[in-house]
């Protein structure tokens, strides 16, 4: 009896595999004792009194993201099979999932690995633009999608220079080159200021700016709502100016950032 006990212990009366342990809050305490006449039990009577007061736990495995449980899966090698797959396809949230161990007393629907795989897949953005292809990233730091908002040769980089203090990257191509949105937002500027020439300023929330100055002409106004990758302006030379070149700038709360640290990396 003992022995059966200890087995049902360890796998439970189920046949899952998930089984971890089964919790007893008291063992049997087995004694000699005389029983009344005509009260028989069985072995299979005193089994499952004993069970019935055992609680069942289950282990199995979570894929989440951000930190939030969204499939199950029975086993740790399938769950890895699924962050695998995910990589492999260079999804965009890959940072952001993690593999979680469950114990509880409640056995989870497991969900197939493709299915994982399709429901947690997010793929990176890729704008076609007629002078090459832009493709986003997701910029942790930022919270929110940006690309680079034109192709170009990078002539003057955020820092201190000889004359100033550079607040942005200096992107340069011909005349009229079509600028785009780093990222969605509003439009809060669109119009001449100063040294900048023609500026158009984007919100995207949370403190987050950016600037895009030096334009041709705007293909944008102020209170517009833009999709990232749309065309905000054309490159062109006014304001402060050498020659035809986006001025751009990363600003949180109103603070410049090195836009290399987000984007034109390795540049």
């Known amino acids: 009896m003992q022995e059966r006990i200890n087995t049902y212990i360890a796998t439970g009366n189920s046949t899952s595999s998930s089984i971890a342990y089964v919790d007893m809050d008291a063992m049997p305490v087995y ?15 005193i089994y499952n009194a004993i069970a019935s007061a055992g609680i069942t736990y289950y282990k199995y495995f979570a894929v989440q993201l951000d930190d939030n449980d969204k499939y199950y899966l029975a086993k740790y090698s399938d769950a890895e099979e699924v962050v695998n797959q995910l990589k492999e396809k260079d999804s965009k949230n890959i940072d952001k999932i993690k593999i979680a161990e469950r114990y509880d007393t409640k056995l989870e629907t497991f969900t197939a690995i493709d299915e994982c795989v399709e429901g947690l897949y997010e793929k ?8 090459g292809t832009l493709t986003s990233q997701y910029v942790d730091s930022l919270g929110i999608d940006m690309i680079e908002p034109v192709n170009g040769i990078i002539t003057s980089r955020f820092g201190i220079r000889a004359r100033d203090n550079h607040k942005g990257l200096d992107i340069a191509n011909s005349w009229g080159t079509t600028i785009r949105a780093a990222a ?15 500026l158009v300023i984007i919100s995207h929330g949370n403190g987050i700016q950016t600037y895009y100055g030096h334009n041709s002409s705007f293909y944008v106004t102020e209170g517009q709502y833009i999709e990232q990758g749309e065309p905000i302006a054309a490159m062109g030379s006014t304001g402060i100016s050498t020659g035809p070149h986006c ?12 836009p290399q640290k987000y984007l034109f990396q390795g540049r």
């Open 31 to 45: 004694s000699l004792t005389f029983l009344k006449r005509n009260i028989e039990t069985t072995d299979d009577e």
């Open 124 to 131: 990176k953005k890729v704008i076609q633009t007629s002078g």
């Open 184 to 198: 969605s937002g509003t439009v809060t500027c669109a119009h001449y200021s100063g040294g900048y020439g023609n």
């Open 247 to 258: 001025h751009f700038e990363i600003r949180i709360n109103g603070v410049a950032q090195n």
